[in-house]
């Protein structure tokens, strides 16, 4: 890392994504409102995509243009008035935002396994199963609030949501993995998380935007 970046730069960048999913229900619903939360998205992005330009290697980029590629043009197509994506989405978008309280377990299930991820207790070799075991069991849970109520094509637009701001990641490391073994190595269901103490960054995003 350059002697002239910290980590608190990526803190700040979050803290703008947490703007844009703080509230009751984060999920936009109207017009004005995507508008509010693809400002903020997008501003994240930037701040994050200045960072990395700015403190990470040439190989580093290069992996990070590879996972965020699929969610940067989705986010440019969701952001852009008039789009087929954003109004699909919007069609959606009232059932989502009404499940949206439903999903706070989920939420705070992932939160959880982000902050087992980063446990000194778990060995290098167990970090990326655990993100998938945990990843594969959010997208279950989420799966399983939305579609009895929204139905199935709700739960594509849910996910490719959380995509914009998670990036294709997990999806890319995880869709090959199996859920072998997640019992031993997940939080159990219904842990409460650290929140604001969590040594995870992306724990301490997730409480913050739950308000925990």
Sequence with gaps: ??????????????????????????????????????ENIQEANQCMGNYTEKCTTPMVRELMDVFMGDASSQLNEFCTPGSTLRANYLQHSECLADVYPEQRPCMEDMQAVFEKIVDKATSNEDRVPTLCCGYNRFNQCVHDVIEPKCGAETVQYSTQMFEMIATSMPRTICKSFKNEGCDQLLPAPGTHPEGAQSKSALARLIGAALGN
């Design 1 to 38: 890392m350059a002697q002239n970046c910290h980590w608190r730069e990526i803190e700040l960048c979050q803290a703008t994504m947490v703007l844009a999913l703080q509230g009751d229900s984060p999920i936009p619903t109207s017009e004005e409102a995507l508008k509010t939360i693809c």
